[in-house]
């Protein structure tokens, strides 16, 4: 998951500094450090994997064990800034619980995915097989991915569920994509909040 | 990275206080000693200081052996030494014996100085911030100023959040293992029953059974009975004994049928043979006592405000002496106050005694906190 990092970019522009900023999915806490590093927040990695949590241990990062399928209990309402989860939506069961968890403690939430609507993924497809590639590396039997959607997807989910859309970027393996993003773009970074 | 070993042969050291200590039950020690062990060295900044609380039944004894007594063997041996994850080559470290304790310092089993006798049922109850102030003491006469960090597990892990609350100023980072904020109906009413045992043997004499030339073993030993049932985990015993018979069939007898009567049976007499029963009823008082919050209306997030160190909090999933959701309030509290906090919740199958075994991830996590603790 190491060729993505461009999304912490995008992330790191939409945070403000000295903001309290939570995690999920935080991996090794790379994208925390680097918010510390550059906006100074104060931040708090969440994850549920033993490794990736002494990882972040490590990394001199808060880090906060739980299982984010049963949401993010004991943590207040509105407590955040932002509440982040980059590209590890697609590995949750419970989608629509785990937004709604992230916009109840935090004033905003930043979301990004792969794109399964990429025009590579959609040529994989056509041709029998299932994507793999940059934004989607693992093969179908191995894949930690659960959820299979599409930038136009998730924005009907958020439509659905009175979430506004505040921002989105898209990008074809790091280059920005303006036009025709759900062909176009691999990965798309979004932020939200609640609708008013 | 080295291959981790022993700190070898180690001597305890005792130091004496004549400044009185007052203590929250309103009493007063007018003088008092403690006793106490070190591994490591204390650096010329003084800042690599690292004091490890222990929990109801351990001692200032952490790491190491002694040289008239090899097989005495430090309680946390396998966390501390060169190489191990609390590493003595990086950390000065020191282990305390509580007062009240029965390992030599000012405890029931001790002369009153006052008196030319000992203690016995006249030692005062002392609480967890006692303890926290006499070790602050013991830290103010080795000349260190503030701690790079202060760990302990169960009742240690609540002397490590109390240090956090008395002196923020003195504790850089703070590691509590399965410990709770406070105890439940539930802990207090195992403690009581652990009590009564000992209060009721007639050998208790009222405490003074020095004095008589016994002791209330009886009631010691049905003490750790009950307190071991609660340091395992279902599942563990069902493990380790499950319904196993040791005769292969029902004798129909008092006497051990099951081989869990036999463990608990031998595990109370060894402890009823080494452990003080007035220590064990002062300890497990301290434990019930314990409640930062009270002060601040039963709020738990009111009254960390005070403190300031990074901490880590560490459960084991198989807790439940002091479960996991008692460690997720701790951490709560502090996030709510925007402290520096890590938590993990280990799945260890041994129950309350996780924080005692060498489990990989527990102590790989554990070394990655120390590692990270600059000196």
Same mark, same amino acid.
């Given at each position: 998951m190491t060729a993505y990092r461009y999304d912490h970019e995008v992330i790191a522009q939409w945070i403000e500094p000295g903001e309290k900023v939570l995690d999920l999915g935080c991996g090794d806490g790379t994208l925390l450090r680097h918010l510390v590093e550059v906006r100074q927040v104060q931040g708090y990695g969440v994850e549920n994997d033993p490794d990736k949590l002494q990882a972040s241990v490590r990394n001199g990062i808060n880090v906060i064990q739980m299982d984010l399928e049963k949401g993010l209990v004991g943590l207040e309402d509105g407590f955040f800034d932002h509440v982040i989860m980059?590209?590890?939506?697609?590995?949750? &069961?419970?989608?629509?619980?785990?937004? &709604?968890?992230?916009?109840?403690?935090?004033?905003?939430?930043?979301?990004?995915?792969?794109?399964?609507?990429?025009?590579?993924h959609r040529q994989s497809i056509l041709n029998g097989r299932m994507p793999v590639s940059e934004s !989607?590396? &693992?093969?179908?039997?191995n894949t930690p991915n659960?959820?299979?959607?599409?930038?136009? +997807?998730? +924005?009907?989910?958020?439509?659905?569920?009175?979430?506004?859309?505040?921002?989105?970027?898209?990008? +074809?393996?790091?280059? !920005?994509?303006?036009?025709?993003?759900?062909? !176009?773009?691999?990965?798309?970074?979004?932020?939200?909040?609640?609708?008013? | 990275m080295i291959?981790?070993?022993?700190?070898?042969?180690?001597?305890?050291?005792?130091?004496?206080?004549?400044?009185?200590?007052?203590?929250?039950?309103?009493?007063?020690?007018?003088?008092?000693?403690?006793?106490?062990?070190?591994?490591?060295?204390?650096?010329?900044?003084?800042?690599?200081?690292?004091?490890?609380?222990?929990?109801?039944?351990?001692?200032?004894?952490?790491?190491?052996?002694?040289?008239?007594?090899?097989?005495?063997?430090?309680?946390w041996d396998n966390l501390i030494g060169p190489g191990k994850p609390l590493d003595t080559r990086k950390f000065f470290v020191i282990g305390v014996n509580n007062l009240g304790g029965c390992y030599g310092s000012s405890g029931p089993n001790q002369t009153n100085p006052a008196t030319g006798k000992l203690w016995g049922a006249d030692f005062p109850f002392v609480t967890v911030e006692d303890w926290v102030e006499s070790q602050a003491r013991l830290a103010d006469r080795l000349g260190i100023a503030r701690f790079a960090a202060v760990v302990g597990g169960s009742l240690g892990g609540m002397q490590a959040l109390s240090w956090s609350l008395q002196f923020p100023e003195r504790v850089g980072h703070v590691a509590v293992i399965a410990a709770a904020p406070k105890l439940t109906a539930q802990n207090i009413a195992f403690n009581e029953v652990a009590r009564q045992a000992i209060l009721t043997d007639p050998e208790f004499h009222g405490g003074h059974y020095y004095e008589h030339g016994v002791v209330p073993a009886r009631g010691l030993k049905l003490a750790r009975m009950v307190g071991h049932i609660t340091y395992l985990s279902d599942d563990s015993m069902a493990e380790k004994f499950g319904r196993s018979l040791r005769h292969g069939r029902n004798t129909y007898s008092y006497d051990v049928e099951f081989e869990i009567e036999s463990y608990l049976r031998y595990q109370g007499d060894k402890f009823a043979g080494y452990f003080d029963a007035n220590t064990y009823l002062l300890t497990t008082k301290a434990l019930d006592y314990f409640?930062?919050?009270?002060?601040?209306?039963?709020?738990?997030?009111?009254?960390?405000?005070?403190?300031?160190?990074?901490?880590?909090?560490?459960?084991?999933?198989?807790?439940?002496?002091?479960s996991p959701e008692r460690s997720r309030e701790i951490v709560y509290a502090l996030l709510h106050n925007k402290r520096n906090v890590s938590y993990a919740d280990i799945d260890c199958p041994a129950g309350h005694d996780s924080f005692l075994l060498d489990e990989a991830r527990y102590h790989a996590l554990l070394s990655a906190w120390f590692d990270r603790i600059e000196v």
């Open positions: 980059s590209l590890s939506l697609q590995a949750m &069961h419970n989608t629509q619980g785990i937004l &709604h968890e992230m916009l109840r403690v935090g004033r905003e939430a930043v979301v990004s995915f792969p794109n399964f609507g990429y025009w590579r !989607l590396p &693992h093969q179908w039997f659960v959820r299979f959607f599409t930038i136009a +997807d998730f +924005d009907v989910l958020c439509e659905m569920n009175g979430i506004a859309v505040r921002e989105r970027l898209a990008f +074809d393996e790091g280059k !920005l994509v303006l036009e025709e993003p759900n062909f !176009l773009a691999s990965v798309a970074v979004y932020r939200l909040g609640r609708a008013a | 291959q981790a070993q022993s700190v070898g042969v180690v001597a305890p050291q005792r130091a004496d206080f004549a400044e009185p200590l007052k203590l929250r039950s309103g009493g007063q020690l007018d003088n008092y000693h403690l006793v106490y062990e070190t591994y490591g060295t204390l650096n010329a900044e003084r800042n690599n200081a690292v004091l490890v609380c222990h929990a109801l039944s351990g001692s200032h004894h952490l790491a190491g052996h002694y040289a008239d007594d090899p097989h005495n063997v430090g309680w409640d930062p919050a009270f002060d601040y209306g039963g709020s738990l997030p009111a009254a960390l405000a005070r403190a300031s160190a990074d901490f880590l909090v560490i459960s084991f999933t198989t807790d439940w002496r002091f």
